[in-house]
């Protein structure tokens, strides 16, 4: 059994076997580069962080993944969150089959749409009204427009290491000082695009409330993932996410919450709910879709009513609602609401984290703490420790690329025991079929994330 775990974004662990048969992946990534820039449609899948070659997939089922050469993976990664239920989940195939036998577009109303659109209302009531769409970017990208537009303000405020998908404003980074107007993090973005994006470090409340003193008047929206998961996993510091929704309220500016990665998957209606804070507007994405292209906003009737045809904010997109996607979507949150699902998920992660805590001490012969991935002896060493004298020196550090620590959840073991326990909570396993791969004891644990279970780190 190989084991291949890829965390989102810059980052990643790859661990496996030194010895493994990779030649027809081999061959089609040299095909795919000679086709596809850079050999894959999506950048991370090009293995650049972390060395060696893409492996192709062939086939997925419950928590494995099999590749062209014959190699058998545990997927701890699930297609970065949609597949929650597991790959090809018998009653979502059965549902997207008997979809598909109908047609697969029709350009036109569905029964289906009003079905999910009531199924996300139920779980996330601030969504008063909902927009279905293609994508999680495309997502974002109309949730800021109706913000401008309910505003009539131009500029808004992200912060750094949160990604809310590839439009242009969006891909600006903080420079020097609190808060700097945006430069643009990719070639092909206008200087005048940027500019209206201002950004701030995640989790300083005290950076927003200066940007906020500073451009009241111009900013329409503050916008973030309310559990950063982009650069590494970060909860929100305590009262964070409170001091936002007081600070916006006071000045008139919309509160976003992208929720594309939590929606759905820290607990059935999101991060909102465990943290029992109401946004303006919501982004959903990846898992209402089931697996297939979907996206999602939505918000207070008064905002989402100056979408078109209604309004003069115009969205529009000719396979928005498709009925593949959306039959897929309905049936994974029937399965997510009707089978205890995130209680499981709860204890199978808290005796994942367990034990990779546990390896963590063992593999410590001198007393401090340090992670190890066993390729090309990759280590990850906490902050003020030392490596064993008995093994050689530690390789550099991969670090995040928005971030000069070496990993900046590793910053003390204590905060490694609790950040653990929430990163492996949000790891998707296959939790529904007798196929799931079982820990070997279960442990009974409350989410670290509630609110009464926050605490200021000393």
Excluded at 33 to 62: C, D, E, H, M, Y
Excluded at 80 to 99: D, E, Q, Y
Excluded at 259 to 275: D, K, M
Excluded at 277 to 289: A, C, E, Q, R
Aim: hydrophobic share 40%.
């Amino acid at each position: 059994m190989n084991l291949l775990f890829l965390d989102r974004g810059s980052t990643a662990w790859y661990c496996a076997p030194p010895i493994m048969k990779t030649t027809r992946s081999a061959k089609l990534f040299a095909d795919a580069q000679q086709l596809i820039p850079g050999g894959v449609n999506s950048p991370v899948r090009a293995f650049g962080s972390v060395g060696g070659q893409p492996r192709f997939i062939k086939r997925a089922k419950g928590a494995r993944l099999y590749d062209v050469d014959g190699n058998t993976y545990i997927d701890y990664v699930l297609s970065w969150g949609p597949m929650i239920l597991g790959h090809a989940a018998p009653l979502v195939i059965s549902t997207i089959k008997k979809a598909a036998a109908n047609g697969t577009s029709y350009g036109a109303p569905t029964e289906l749409e009003v079905i999910l659109a009531r199924m996300i209302h139920q779980a996330f009531p601030s969504m008063e009204k909902v927009r279905l769409v293609s994508s999680g970017t495309e997502a974002v990208m109309s949730a800021i427009r109706v913000a401008r537009g309910f505003t009539k303000r131009d500029n808004i405020l992200k912060f750094e290491g949160c990604y809310h998908g590839h439009s242009d404003y969006l891909l600006a980074k903080a420079g020097s000082g609190l808060a700097t107007l945006g430069i643009p993090d990719s070639l092909g973005v206008p200087a005048d695009f940027a500019k209206h994006t201002l950004t701030v470090p995640y989790n300083d409340i005290r950076a927003v409330q200066q940007i906020v003193k500073e451009h009241r008047n111009t900013l329409a929206c503050i916008m973030l993932e309310p559990i950063a998961a982009n650069m590494g996993v970060v909860p929100p510091a305590p009262e964070f996410l409170e001091s936002l929704r007081r600070l916006t309220a006071e000045n008139d500016i919309l509160l976003i919450f992208d929720e594309v990665i939590s929606g759905f998957r820290v607990t059935y209606g999101g991060a909102q709910t465990l943290y029992g804070i109401t946004p303006d507007l919501t982004v959903l994405g990846k898992i209402i879709g089931g697996g297939l292209p979907v996206g999602a906003y939505g918000g207070r009737k008064e905002i989402m009513d100056l979408i078109a045809p209604l309004g003069p904010v115009y969205q529009a997109g000719t396979l928005s609602g498709n009925p593949l996607a959306v039959s897929a979507g309905i049936e994974t949150l029937k399965q997510l609401k009707a089978h205890e699902v995130y209680k499981k998920l709860e204890e199978k992660s808290a005796a994942l984290a367990k034990g990779i805590l546990q390896n963590c001490r063992t593999r410590s012969d001198t007393g401090n703490s340090f992670t190890r991935c066993w390729n090309r002896g990759y280590t990850w060493p906490l902050l003020n420790s030392k490596p064993p004298s008995s093994r050689p020196p530690t390789q550099p550090a991969i670090s995040n690329t928005r971030s000069k620590e070496p990993w900046p959840l590793l910053r003390n073991y204590n905060r490694v025991a609790r950040e653990a326990s929430f990163v492996s909570r949000l790891i998707q396993l296959w939790i529904v079929s007798d196929t799931a791969v079982e820990p070997r004891r279960m442990l009974k644990t409350s989410s670290l994330l509630g609110r009464n279970e926050r605490k200021p780190e000393t």
